[in-house]
C-alpha cells in the first residue's frame, strides 16, 4: 500500500501584521505571506481544526491583500478532503490548485503540530496576535482524544 501523503505546514516569524506561510507535501508546495486582517488566521486556523475533528466542514481565508488563498477541510468518515483554492479576492471566484484526501494523521496533526510550534515562537504583540489558549488547549484536548481513540481501535 502507499504511504499516504503528509502535508508540512510551517508558519514562520510574523512581521508587521505579515506572516510567512509554507505549506509542502509530496507533489506540492506552496508558500506566501497572508495578513492578520479582516481576521487572525491562526486563530481561525485553531477554529477549524476544531470543527474538522469534529466532523464539520469548515475553511480558513489567508488573506495576502487583495487576493486570497483559501483552505478547505471537509471531513467524512474515514478522511479528510482538503482543498487550497485562490481569488483574486475575498468574494472573487475561486480557483483550485490543489486537493488532497486524507486523514487525521496526514492533514489535521501537521497542521496542529504547526500551531503548536508557532504559539511557542516570541513575537511582538504589534507585529501578530498570539493564538487564543483557550483555543489552543480546547484543539490539543481533541487532537488527544482523537489519537488515543485512533490507537484503540488498532
Known sequence: MAKPTKIELNLGNPKNGWLPIELKSTDF???FNTSNIPEN???KLCESL???I???ETEICWNLEPECYFF???PSEKEIDFIISKSGGITKKRNLIYKLTGDFDTVILPMY?????FSTLEFDKMDWEKIDRTKLN???EFVT???NYLQQRV
Open 54 to 56: 469534529n466532523g464539520i
Open 72 to 74: 478547505e477541510l471537509k
Open 138 to 140: 480546547k484543539l490539543t
Open 145 to 147: 482524544e482523537r489519537k
Open 29 to 31: 508546495e506552496l508558500e
Open 41 to 43: 488566521p491562526t486563530d
Open 50 to 52: 476544531i470543527s474538522a
Open 113 to 117: 503540530r504547526s500551531l503548536k510550534k
